[in-house]
């Protein structure tokens, strides 16, 4: 019994490692988080923060810059992307991961993209 | 993965009501939220927020001031107004439904009837005194009935902002029924309303500027460039529910209702000046 629980304790473990090791992202991975990035039915991360060579970018989060330095743990990035609200209950950042906006792997390629910014 | 960019109905719907607006009777919260906006925009005159966006940023104000010599509304108004003096098949006309024969109202408009247990709000008293004399109901978001309520609105403009809340545990429940969907947040962008309007204003969302929700309702019916047309004020919510991909609600559904109590409760002692320009 003791055995079992530990079994699901650590598959649970290991299925919630949400951010594998990547390579080195391509210029094709980039472009795309870009592209995701920017689209209004996609991100949309310009309705709320300016960033890049965004145009008519709102304000309502901070700009996004140097987010290398200011998220070097990349799974802490993709974890507020998936769900801010986890972080801040009064965000108004859409949770991206937990409703479904964005897939996983678009969310990587999103992370691809802000990490050249 | 699958991608839902369906819209999913009232998702995570969690209040968040900021400590400010915490209060308990209606009045309580009316002041919160004046109080709260008032610190965050100290240079507006309280009657200035009647004006929404317009009150806070100079550009806009001044595009708009421009459209006032001749705004898109005046042929819906007179359209509107002959509508309300045309009589009825049965030789009546709006006039015998309301009050004072229905000229200068609006500011009283929702209000809680204690017999029927309901929010009645002027488009519904509309439709109702249509039925109640024999004739079709009008549809709800545009047209005539947002021409009738923009005729009816013009004639009260100036007048404060008079809504009641009665003493009554079922008046209280549609008020408080209308503050929390004011607040929860719904939609597969997991939006509420405050987020935006109570949380954002004065700030622009992509290339739209968010008003604050104290003065809102004082305008409708508007004409948006939008719509390129007047709507009311159920076509917005209807709107804003989808920009945040929930389900909207059906115009004139007792949440609707609730909601504008609750709205327009918030903008009391404001004066009528719908109808009024939106972008």
């Known amino acids: 019994m003791r055995q079992g629980l530990i079994s699901v304790y650590l598959t649970t473990l290991v299925l919630s490692v949400t951010a594998p090791v990547f390579a080195e992202p391509s210029q094709g991975d980039i472009d795309r988080g870009k592209e995701l990035a920017f689209s209004r039915t996609d991100g949309n991360c310009l309705a709320c923060h300016q960033m890049d060579?965004?145009?008519?970018a709102g304000n309502i989060g901070p700009e996004l810059a140097?987010?290398?330095s200011r998220y070097p743990d990349r799974e802490i990035l993709y974890r507020r992307i998936w769900d801010e609200t986890?972080?801040?209950?009064?965000?108004?950042?859409?949770?991206?991961?937990?409703?479904?906006i964005l897939s996983k792997q678009e969310i990587n390629r999103v992370i691809d993209y802000l990490y050249t910014l | 993965m699958v991608k839902a960019k369906i819209i999913l109905v009232v998702l995570g719907a969690a209040l968040a009501v900021p400590q400010v607006l915490a209060g308990s009777t209606p009045e309580e919260d009316r002041k919160a939220m004046v109080e709260y906006f008032m610190q965050m925009f100290p240079d507006v005159p309280f009657e200035g927020f009647v004006n929404g966006q317009y009150a806070l940023n100079e550009d806009r104000r001044r595009q708009w001031e421009s459209m006032q010599d001749f705004p898109p509304y005046e042929f819906a108004v007179a359209d509107g107004q002959e509508m309300f003096e045309t009589p009825f098949a049965n030789g009546k006309t709006y006039a015998s439904c309301f009050e004072n024969d229905g000229i200068g109202i609006r500011q009283n408009y929702p209000y809680f009837d204690t017999e029927k247990n309901e929010v009645i709000t002027l488009e519904l008293a509309i439709n109702r005194c249509r039925e109640a004399n024999g004739e079709e109901p009008l549809k709800w978001k545009k047209g005539a009935i947002a021409s009738i309520s923009g005729y009816m609105a013009s004639t009260s403009q100036g007048k404060p902002i008079n809504i009641k809340v009665p003493d009554d545990p079922d008046a209280l429940a549609a008020y408080q029924d209308g503050k929390e969907f004011y607040y929860s947040r719904r939609g597969q962008l997991n939006f509420s309303c405050a987020s935006c309007h109570v949380q954002n204003p004065g700030k622009w969302i992509r290339g739209d500027f968010l008003s604050p929700t104290v003065g809102q309702p004082a305008n409708f019916p508007v004409h948006r460039s939008d719509w390129g047309e007047m709507g009311t004020l159920h076509r917005r919510f209807a709107g804003c529910n989808t920009n945040v991909r929930a389900e909207p609600l059906p115009a004139q559904s007792e949440g609707y209702r609730n909601l504008e109590y609750f709205l327009t409760y918030m903008s009391n002692g404001l004066p009528v000046v719908g109808p009024a320009t939106r972008p």
């Not at chain 1, 060579?53 to 008519?56: E, H, N, Q, R, T």
């Not at chain 1, 986890?86 to 479904?100: I, L, S």
Request: net charge neutral; glycine share 10%; hydrophobic share 35%.
């Open chain 1, 86 to 100: 986890q972080f801040n209950e009064m965000t108004v950042m859409p949770p991206f991961g937990r409703h479904m």
């Open chain 1, 66 to 68: 140097d987010m290398k």
């Open chain 1, 53 to 56: 060579d965004g145009k008519l």
